[in-house]
């Protein structure tokens, strides 16, 4: 997604570019999977923050509506618990809100429109001064806001963990665990990601939307576009170095020996790889490690085709675990799958516009457990994934859903299996961790320590997820135009569509 929309971006521009893909598909981990003759989503499966697409898609002269079909969800989630209780929260928080005073009461439904003012808030503080803004920083975050200063920014609540803040709304467990679970949005624990992230919920309430075709529509999209501006695309492009001179990035050299030049380089991995010497020594130092520790989730799916039945799913359903908290400590403390998992599930062709309605027959669903993101120094073992396995059919089939498919409709992907697409990451999937008041300006911005060299993607800033991965390579798109053209005798790139006798390549290590 990032290396996408930094292309088009460049494209627009009047630059020349070239994206280098190792796959057979665009997409990155916006991907499908196949089974039988049905695609299935296997990444993302929530579409947010339209207008950050339909800015992209307006900046080439385009039209989002004319390229993707979508339709807003009216359930946002279905979540279960094991005492066998159950709720949905709405697209309408005046639904949502008599929701939850079903579940919990009049108290807790007054604190959920409390916490829904505090989350718009939030984002309204944090959009342009951190989301937008390609490098912001903690003192900077607070004067671009308008906050008056650091001792004003603790109204956002940078310093206190997710859960600490969400139970100061509510005191229902359930209602702690649904809340708290926003920092799985980018790989955390709730009780180690800091408070901000409770923005995520007013993102959602702005609008869930459903994608005509997939997931992968999107990247097709994009692809489309960035084809139309003059985008040389290369698929099954392995790329195995990036190449410096002068202390300058200036192309890159191809698995199969080929090498091309170009003014710039984007690249749209786990900055791990860079650290870990994987795109070569001259750029081992572009951005600053992290360690094992301080890896985000990884996970545990399934992609699956069967006939469902005995569970009233929604098109996101969540079945949560017993303890919360020991799941975390499970995972990041222990380094182990939990032994009793929060089980999330998208039926992808059942309409949230649409509540009750069901397909009939055999249909498409994810099944996600998270894991722990340890694939090259403490691989999974084939008894621990079986026994995972066990363990979520047993406890989806305690809620009452039974799937009913043969083996060979089913394909499993695991951390060692994320760690193989994505070299570096150890099976993380959102790169670095968001633990700790300082997480979020660790992540690496659209400048790296080498000049020319750029980063783009979910492991960089603003962050993971679609549209936080679009906005890193509209910013890194931002750095490199900038930079090109100031020391260009000449700017033939500012006129979108021009041509001009420089370069910028974007490459993705997948």
């Not at 039209?63 to 807003?72: E, F, P, Q, S």
């Not at 003012?117 to 003192?139: C, D, G, Y």
């Not at 692809?223 to 040389?232: H, I, N, P, T």
């Amino acid at each position: 997604m990032g290396g996408l929309v930094a292309a088009l971006m460049l494209a627009a521009r009047g630059w020349s570019v070239a994206i280098l893909e190792k796959s057979p598909r665009v997409g990155g981990k916006l991907r499908e999977i196949r089974v039988g003759d049905r695609g299935i989503d296997a990444g993302p499966t929530v579409f947010t923050m339209r207008p950050v697409f339909e800015a992209i898609f307006a900046a080439v002269g385009a039209r989002l509506d004319d390229y993707l079909k979508l339709t807003r969800a009216e359930i946002l989630a279905r979540h279960h618990w094991q005492d066998g209780s159950c709720f949905d929260l709405h697209a309408d928080k005046g639904e949502t809100a008599d929701a939850v005073g079903r579940l919990a009461g009049a108290a807790e439904a007054r604190g959920y429109l409390d916490f829904c003012r505090r989350t718009e808030q939030v984002f309204q503080s944090l959009n342009a001064s951190f989301m937008e803004h390609p490098s912001p920083s903690p003192l900077g975050l607070a004067r671009n806001a308008g906050l008056g200063g650091l001792a004003a920014l603790t109204r956002i609540r940078p310093f206190t963990t997710l859960s600490k803040v969400v139970e100061g709304y509510f005191c229902d467990p359930r209602l702690r665990q649904i809340f708290g679970r926003y920092a799985t949005y980018c790989g955390s624990s709730p009780f180690e990601a800091p408070g901000p992230l409770m923005l995520i919920a007013h993102v959602e309430q702005s609008g869930v939307w459903l994608v005509e075709g997939g997931m992968i529509r999107i990247a097709e999209a994009l692809e489309s576009l960035a084809r139309q501006q003059g985008v040389d695309i290369g698929l099954d492009c392995e790329v195995a170095e990036i190449l410096i001179a002068d202390g300058a990035a200036n192309g890159v050299r191809l698995a199969s020996g080929q090498v091309i030049e170009a003014s710039a380089v984007v690249f749209n991995g786990d900055p791990a790889a860079l650290f870990g010497g994987l795109a070569g020594d001259g750029v081992r130092h572009a951005v600053p490690p992290w360690g094992l520790a301080d890896r985000s989730l990884s996970a545990i799916t399934w992609s699956i085709l069967a006939r469902a039945g005995g569970f009233p799913l929604s098109r996101h359903t969540v079945f949560f675990s017993s303890d919360y908290r020991r799941e975390f400590a499970d995972i990041f403390d222990r380094h182990q799958l939990p032994s009793d998992p929060t089980i999330y599930i998208c039926a992808q062709d059942r309409d949230a516009s649409l509540p009750g309605a069901d397909p009939r027959g055999d249909e498409r669903l994810l099944l996600l457990v998270n894991a722990p993101a340890r694939a090259d120094d403490k691989p999974l073992s084939i008894a621990e994934t079986q026994s995972c396995e066990r363990s979520v059919t047993e406890r989806l089939a305690r809620a009452g859903l039974v799937l009913e498919g043969s083996q060979d409709r089913r394909r499993m992907t695991t951390p060692s299996d994320f760690a193989a697409m994505f070299p570096g990451s150890g099976g993380a999937l959102y790169g670095r961790a968001s633990h700790g008041w300082m997480a979020s300006f660790q992540r690496p911005g659209a400048r790296a320590r080498v000049q020319r060299l750029y980063l783009a993607g979910g492991a960089v800033h603003p962050g993971p997820g679609i549209p936080m991965a679009a906005l890193s390579g509209t910013h890194a798109a931002q750095a490199a135009a900038s930079d090109l053209a100031s020391t260009a005798s000449f700017h033939a790139m500012a006129t979108p569509g021009g041509m001009s006798t420089r370069s910028a390549t974007t490459g993705s290590w997948r």
